[in-house]
């Protein structure tokens, strides 16, 4: 019976063992994850801001070119 509690006392230790390193494994996981969720959080807000500045040129780029129509057609420029 000796022999048999051993065995089995060894096959716990090994289990608790595995079980630890898996806790630690899960652990440096969830810090990785936490960090790379927080990247792409920052990479959206990024995005985000670079879409303003697209349409604040693109509304630039509308208002000067209705100012050139305008110079055009005050000067005669434009094709009938």
């Not at 969830?30 to 303003?52: C, N, P, S, Y």
């Not at 349409?55 to 208002?63: V, Y």
């Amino acid at each position: 019976m000796a022999d048999t509690d051993n065995v089995v006392l060894e096959h716990l230790r090994h289990i608790r063992r595995v079980v630890d390193e898996t806790r630690e494994d899960v652990r440096e996981l969830k810090t990785r994850v936490g960090g790379l969720e927080r990247e792409v959080a920052q990479v959206h807000v990024d995005i985000a801001q670079i879409q303003v500045k697209i349409a604040e040129q693109s509304a630039r780029i509308d208002r000067l070119a209705d100012r050139v129509e305008r110079v055009e057609r005050r000067l005669d420029l434009t094709d009938a």
